[in-house]
């Protein structure tokens, strides 16, 4: 009767252990069917032998070229760990919205957060240079903004100005462009019409010097918006544009390029300084990869969008060198009551850059 009992008890532990094992295995495959990933994923680098999973997040979905250079980042940080740091990506907001993780940064609670550089102006002015309408000529001259002189100092001062992050690299979305149920093709024809734009200052002084009725919207209802006519338009990256349908509502889309939309790595304070020198480099160095990368790439990415937009009937209106300057002319008067917070040694950095690229 004992013998019996004893296997009976040990029958009973091995179930408990099964089922406790399952409840475990469920979780991460929650949160891997979130970022893309089977479940088993998670469970075989852990296997591998990575002594410690990083967490990484954004709020766009992982086909958009935001979503593609947060993957990037986690690729590059699995293969240069050594085994000893990886990341798993979450997309979507799995992890909250940009402000949501912005907090859990600070906080400790999320370790890295791919996020567009306009979140940051709640912290710190450092980022408003990179977020000025129209600023930018080229794709190259952006480019070599960011990567160069001008973009370190700003991560730097990031750094410096905001307790809890640590701010590692640049990333970009592309250009932001303009849809509309009509061609626009100078400032004259944005008079009266409704944008939703992101709850970003400099963005919609800007629009609202050209004549147009800026107002923010939740993004998840400017699709609606746009159906309704609460909104006319509104102003994406063209991957944005493209999956969340805004083609299907406004038939224009404008290569205005307005802003080459920032994105920022970062990791939180706490997590940084847990990690060993060498182990910080590594990330500083997957960032540099990542942003070389997605710079390349996104040239390529946003030809396939206009494609892909162009499929389904819209029009795609390219803009002129010539004509992107006229809307910069007209956000002037902006540009020159913001230059004490962007800093004008900043933006004389920018128009030498530009000056390059203009001849």
């Not at 977020?131 to 002189?149: S, Y």
């Not at 019409?193 to 939740?218: Q, V, W, Y």
């Not at 040239?299 to 499929?311: H, L, N, P, R, S």
Request: one cysteine or more.
């Amino acid at each position: 009767m004992n013998k019996i009992k004893i296997t009976v008890s040990i029958i009973l532990i091995a179930i408990l252990c099964v089922s406790a094992a399952g409840c475990g295995g469920g979780s991460t495959g929650a949160a891997d069917s979130a970022n893309g990933a089977d479940a088993g994923d998670s469970q075989a680098q852990t296997a591998s032998g990575v002594s410690r999973m990083l967490s990484a997040a954004c709020v766009v979905a992982p086909d958009t070229v935001g979503g593609q250079g947060l993957g990037k980042f986690a690729e590059l940080v699995n293969e240069m760990g050594k085994g000893e740091i990886g990341v798993d990506a979450y997309y979507n907001g799995t992890l909250g919205t940009n402000a949501e993780m912005m907090e859990q940064l600070i906080m400790g609670t999320l370790d890295f957060a791919h996020v567009s550089a306009a979140n940051l102006s709640v912290y710190s002015d450092a980022c408003l240079i990179f977020d000025v309408p129209f600023e930018w000529v080229t794709a190259e001259a952006a480019v070599e903004g960011f990567t160069g002189e001008l973009g370190d100092r700003v991560l730097n001062e990031i750094t410096e100005e905001v307790d809890g992050l640590v701010a590692i690299g640049w990333t970009t979305q592309g250009f932001r462009h303009i849809t509309a149920g009509k061609e626009i093709r100078s400032p004259k024809d944005l008079a009266g019409m409704k944008i939703r734009m992101m709850d970003n200052k400099l963005h919609t002084e800007c629009f609202a010097a050209m004549g147009a009725s800026p107002t923010t919207m939740a993004y998840s209802e400017v699709y609606t918006g746009l159906q309704q006519g609460t909104i006319d338009m509104q102003e994406n990256p063209l991957s944005n544009i493209y999956t969340a349908r805004f083609h299907e509502v406004n038939k224009y889309t404008m290569l205005d390029g307005h802003v080459y939309d920032p994105v920022i790595i970062l990791c939180s304070r706490a997590t940084y300084d847990s990690l060993t020198p060498e182990q910080q480099t590594m990330l500083w160095d997957a960032a540099h990869m990542t942003g070389e990368w997605i710079h390349e790439q996104v040239v390529d990415i946003d030809q396939e969008y206009i494609g892909k937009i162009t499929a389904d009937g819209a029009f795609v209106i390219d803009m002129s060198v010539e004509e992107k300057l006229a809307f910069q002319e007209m956000c002037r008067p902006v540009y020159d009551s913001w230059a004490a917070r962007i800093g004008k040694d900043k933006m004389d950095m920018v128009n030498a850059i530009n000056a390059k690229y203009l001849n």
